[in-house]
């Protein structure tokens, strides 16, 4: 009998502005096309900023989607089959992924605990750290499921997460390092795995130095600075910034704050979130990510190496070890942390600035630029990765269990 696997996601599987999410959706389809038989558990609720209508966008993928019961607007299942995964989402509404549990949270236990009766998994893929996510952990251990808990960020410092957690999976060194010296937690840490049909733009006219998800974390107080500085020094380059968590107002209100305007600049511009990355990197020339938070790793980087896009990563967290020694790891100012709120100074974009100036008009150093980060880009392969994470799954499966 083929090995079970339940993904279980508070978020939608889909969810763009989710790194996490997709990383857990292509790691379950690895071990599907390794004989794995899988099924996923969720539900519609998103960390995009505007949310969408569920149904609506899920059409974007072409998917068949059949709706339980049709004349319900929420708390309605869509079911459907992706990659031949067969999916069960709870329309959770309006409500953001931290918020839907009181509403919803009864009748998505109900069917998760229909899936441990008539699925009988042998693994449980999860991630989450409220209430009804840890108490799903210990219904799965009662129907006798490995637990995998995927930990992506450090929401989970707390030894009572891992209390019915059988292995944990993490997306860097740098976490699980982390975790091991704060908890003395182990995990097994494996590179973000891409679905390259997804994130390779098939063409590429390499214009923009873009940005994805424009918010304090990610650097918004360091990116409007940047953006009025190469507006008003090298107009010639062209900016995008990607709406995601943060949007087009909160970069405006960012420049706003430190005296200037950015609508003023013709060569910035913003645009929507987009249904798969390749939309992203079809015209993205260098990659900008200074982000403020210690990010445990980066997807969108991986994403830019399989592109052959150089990242400008901040030295924070583990964005170099995301970058794999490709584009360039540069500092931000000590003193930016994620309770700025106004932009920095302009000599503190400055190297920035002339890194992006050099890969913009120094067409020699830009092409030894990107074969290096087509060289790094490796590590994400699927042929590479997807034995490690099947491995890893297997592995899970043949240890003692735990009582």
């Not at 209390?163 to 976490?175: C, N, Q």
């Not at 900008?288 to 990563?313: H, I």
């Amino acid at each position: 009998m083929k090995p079970r696997i339940l993904m279980a996601l508070p978020q939608l599987p889909q969810d763009p502005a989710s790194g996490a999410a997709r990383t857990a959706q292509t790691a379950v389809e690895m071990a599907a096309e390794a004989g794995f038989e899988v099924r996923v558990l969720a539900t519609t609720a998103t960390e995009r900023a505007r949310g969408d209508d569920a149904l609506s966008y899920l059409r974007n993928f072409d998917l068949d989607v059949a709706v339980e019961p049709p004349s319900s607007s929420h708390g309605r299942e869509l079911r459907f089959v992706q990659r031949g995964i067969p999916y069960t989402l709870l329309d959770t509404g309006r409500f953001p992924f931290t918020g839907w549990e009181p509403t919803h949270g009864r009748k998505f236990d109900r069917l998760f605990d229909q899936e441990l009766e008539g699925f009988l998994p042998d693994l449980v893929l999860t991630y989450g750290g409220g209430a009804g996510d840890t108490r799903r952990h210990r219904r799965a251990h009662l129907a006798h499921a490995r637990v995998v808990c995927c930990v992506f960020n450090y929401a989970y410092l707390e030894r009572r997460f891992f209390d019915a957690v059988d292995a944990v999976l993490t997306p860097s060194e740098f976490l699980a390092r982390r975790y091991r010296e704060t908890l003395g937690v182990e995990s097994t840490p494996l590179p973000t795995p891409v679905d390259w049909d997804d994130v390779v733009a098939p063409e590429r006219d390499p214009i923009f130095a873009t940005m994805v998800n424009p918010s304090v974390e990610k650097g918004l107080f360091f990116f409007a600075r940047l953006a009025e500085e190469i507006g008003k020094r090298q107009p010639k380059i062209a900016l995008l910034a990607i709406e995601s968590r943060g949007t087009a107002g909160m970069l405006l209100d960012a420049g706003l704050r430190g005296g200037f305007d950015l609508r003023r600049h013709e060569n910035i511009m913003i645009g929507g979130a987009v249904p798969k990355p390749r939309d992203i990197f079809e015209n993205t020339r260098v990659l900008l990510v200074p982000s403020v938070w210690e990010e445990p790793s980066a997807r969108v980087v991986a994403e830019a190496l399989v592109n052959g896009v150089p990242p400008l990563v901040s030295d924070r967290g583990g964005l170099a070890e995301s970058a794999n020694g490709a584009g360039l790891v540069l500092p931000l100012p000590p003193d930016l942390t994620m309770e700025t709120r106004k932009p920095v100074p302009p000599a503190a974009v400055e190297l920035w600035l002339e890194a992006i100036v050099k890969l913009c008009f120094d067409e020699e150093f830009y092409r030894q630029t990107v074969e290096r980060t087509r060289a790094a880009a490796a590590i994400y392969r699927r042929d590479s990765l997807a034995p490690r994470y099947v491995d890893f799954f297997r592995g899970v499966l043949a240890a003692p269990a735990r009582h």
